[in-house]
C-alpha cells in the first residue's frame, strides 16, 4: 500500500506497521515523540483513503476523529492513504543508534533532580539536533530523558527527576557511580528549533527544560542570527529549589519568568501555570512560535488555549512527558 503526505512525499506502508514507522523506516521523518498515543505530536489529517488503528488513539479527543485526525504512530494503512503531514528535513542523515555510555558525573541538583553526564565511546560519533531525546537501557528497563546539551560539546548530559516507585529512579538517586556503564538509543524526537518567526515563547515544566536549555544555548551561539527576534522562556516548577538552573546569556535576548505552581511564602515570582502566566499577557500570537515540553497536562492545555487565542496550529511544537 502507498502512503503520501500532501507534500508529494510517498513511501511503502503495511496493515501491521504504523504509518510514523512505515515512514521512519522509509528515511522519511515526520513529527513524533512518544510513539504510544498519548501526547499528539504525530497528531495529522486523513484526506484519503482508510486506515486501521493498531494501537489506542489514547489523545485524541471527538473533534479531532470528526475532523479526520488520525495519530500516525497508532495507525496503519488499510488501503492507499494521502495524509497531510509535513517532512521534517532537518533530520535528514541523523541515524538512530544504540550505543554504550558510561557515567561521568552524577549530582543531585535539587531534592527531586539529578544531573547526569554520559561518555561515549570515541567512535560513537552521535549526531543530533538540540531538543532531541535518547532512551536510557539499565537495570532492564527503557527510559526516556531529553538532552540538555549542545550536540558539539563532550558529553551529554541528562536532567532526571525522582518517580516514587520507578526503577530507574531507584538506580540514579541511590545505586548509580561514576563510570557505570549503560546502554542508549537515540537521538528521538522532533523537538528542534525551526525557523523562527518574530517572537520565540519556550513554555516548560519541570525537567522539561532540558531540551529547551539545548536549543537556547545553541542560539546563543548564534545570537547574532536572531538579534530581530523576541526570545521568552516561561518555566514552572512546584517547589522553589526546583529552579536548580539560570538562564544567563551574554548575547541572545531572551525573557526569563520563573513560575511556582505551589504558592510559598518567601515566593515573590509569578504563581500557577506556566501557559496561563503566558495567556495573561494578552500579547499578539501573530508570527508567534511556541515550544512547549513537560507534562501532557500543560502540553494539552496550552495548545487547546493557544489554538483558541489564534495561534496557528503548525507554529506549536512540543515534546510531552508521558508515563512509560
Known amino acids: 500500500m502507498k502512503i503520501q503526505t500532501t507534500e508529494g512525499i510517498s513511501f511503502e506502508g503495511h496493515d501491521d506497521k504504523s504509518i510514523l514507522d512505515s515512514a521512519l523506516s522509509s528515511g522519511h521523518v515526520l513529527e513524533y515523540s512518544c510513539k504510544n498515543g498519548q501526547c499528539g505530536v504525530c497528531k495529522t489529517t486523513l484526506i484519503e483513503g482508510e486506515i486501521v488503528e493498531i494501537q489506542s488513539q489514547l489523545s485524541l479527543t471527538e473533534k479531532d476523529r470528526k475532523q479526520q485526525n488520525i495519530l500516525s504512530c497508532c495507525c496503519a494503512p488499510k488501503t492507499d492513504i494521502i495524509i497531510d503531514a509535513e517532512e521534517l528535513s532537518a533530520l535528514e542523515g541523523i541515524e538512530v543508534k544504540t550505543l554504550p555510555a558510561r557515567i561521568h558525573t552524577i549530582e543531585q541538583v535539587s531534592e527531586h533532580i539529578v544531573a547526569v553526564q554520559l561518555r561515549l565511546p570515541p567512535s560513537a560519533n552521535l549526531k543530533f539536533l538540540e531538543g532531541q531525546f535518547i532512551d536510557v537501557l539499565a537495570c532492564g528497563v527503557r527510559r526516556s530523558y531529553s538532552i540538555a546539551s549542545t550536540a558539539n560539546e563532550q558529553f551529554l548530559t541528562l536532567y532526571i527527576k525522582k518517580l516514587e516507585g520507578g526503577v530507574l529512579s531507584q538506580y540514579w538517586f541511590h545505586d548509580a557511580k561514576q563510570n557505570d556503564l ?26 522539561g527544560i532540558a531540551p529547551v536549555k539545548a536549543i537556547l544555548d545553541k542560539l546563543e551561539s548564534q545570537a547574532e542570527v536572531y538579534e530581530n527576534i523576541s526570545f521568552s522562556l516561561l518555566w514552572g516548577n512546584r517547589y522553589m529549589d526546583d529552579f536548580f538552573w539560570q538562564p544567563s546569556y551574554s548575547k541572545l535576548k531572551l525573557n526569563f519568568v520563573p513560575v511556582l505552581s505551589r504558592p510559598q511564602a518567601q515566593w515573590v515570582g509569578q504563581t500557577g501555570y506556566v501557559q496561563d502566566v503566558f495567556i495573561a499577557e494578552n500579547t499578539s500570537l501573530e508570527l508567534t512560535q511556541v515550544y512547549a515540553c513537560g507534562s501532557l497536562q500543560m502540553i494539552q492545555s496550552a495548545s487547546e488555549k493557544l489554538m483558541q487565542k489564534g495561534l496557528n496550529k503548525k507554529c506549536f511544537y512540543a515534546d510531552a512527558f508521558v508515563s512509560s
Open 182 to 207: 549503560v546502554r542508549i538509543e537515540g537521538p528521538k524526537g522532533s523537538f528542534f528549533f525551526r525557523v523562527p518567526k518574530k517572537k520565540v515563547v519556550f513554555l516548560a515544566t519541570g525537567t
